[in-house]
């Protein structure tokens, strides 16, 4: 029979803005949180990631932000460009759990000129 | 920097045979590699962990016949779908972790499996 396929949540930005991709992580117990790009037909690139013990981390262009509170992360973009669209993650893991990776559902993000 | 290769980046199989898909870390050894599934527009799933020189580790739900993990060396790793069905059809995508630098994940290319 005919399959439907699931939609991710797409977020629109024109080039030069910022963008603001959020997640929400399930498991109280992570403690290394990781974002990742994935482009079509490729494997995920690593973005930035972040531990527990810090909220804020900066990289090139970006910025993740943890709330270990509500279980919240989100990656913040500074002006946007073409080569950022692609899909992101974020994945989330157990320092000593042997880097096993437990991933969002992801979050496409389409950068309009 | 550390690289991990995946080979077949595409294969079509017919259904009923199997097929093999490898994942080569290039310039360190891993000790543990891991296997996941992306079918389109969904997120990554992990299948199983594979560990060198011992029995894999499967998840729950992944039949552990029909996903044969082999991890005979520090830097390979394989995975073979046997019997494969139209509904395996997937996105097969490995990852290992280079020790010694901050556990760093770095994830194959993936690899397009087609069962027609």
């Known amino acids: 029979g005919e399959s439907v396929g699931l939609h991710l949540p797409t977020l629109s930005v024109q080039e030069g803005d910022n963008s603001i991709i959020n997640c929400a992580y399930s498991?109280?117990?992570?403690?290394?949180f990781i974002w990742y790009k994935q482009e079509s037909g490729k494997g995920p690139q690593f973005i930035i990631d972040i531990r527990s013990n810090m909220d804020k981390r900066q990289g090139q262009r970006v910025t993740v932000l943890l709330n270990k509170t509500v279980k919240h992360l989100s990656l913040q973009i500074a002006a946007t460009q073409p080569g950022d669209s692609a899909v992101y993650f974020c994945a989330e893991g157990v320092q000593g759990g042997g880097n096993k990776l437990t991933f969002g559902t992801g979050t496409q993000l389409k950068v309009e000129l | 920097g550390a690289v991990v290769s995946q080979h077949p980046s595409r294969v079509i199989c017919k259904s009923g045979t199997s097929v093999k898909i490898e994942c080569r870390s290039l310039d360190f050894q891993a000790t543990t590699m891991f296997w996941y599934r992306q079918f389109p527009k969904q997120s990554l799933m992990l299948m199983a962990t594979?560990?060198?020189?011992?029995?894999?580790?499967?998840e729950q739900g992944v039949e552990k016949d029909k996903f044969l993990i082999n991890h005979a060396s520090l830097t390979l790793s394989t995975l073979t779908v046997t019997s494969a069905h139209p509904e395996d059809s997937s996105f097969y995508i490995c990852?290992?972790?280079?020790?010694?630098?901050?556990?760093?994940?770095?994830f194959g290319e993936g690899s397009w499996l087609t069962v027609v």
């Open positions: 594979s560990n060198e020189g011992s029995k894999a580790t499967y």
């Open positions: 990852s290992a972790s280079r020790q010694h630098s901050g556990n760093t994940i770095y």
């Open positions: 498991n109280s117990a992570s403690d290394y």
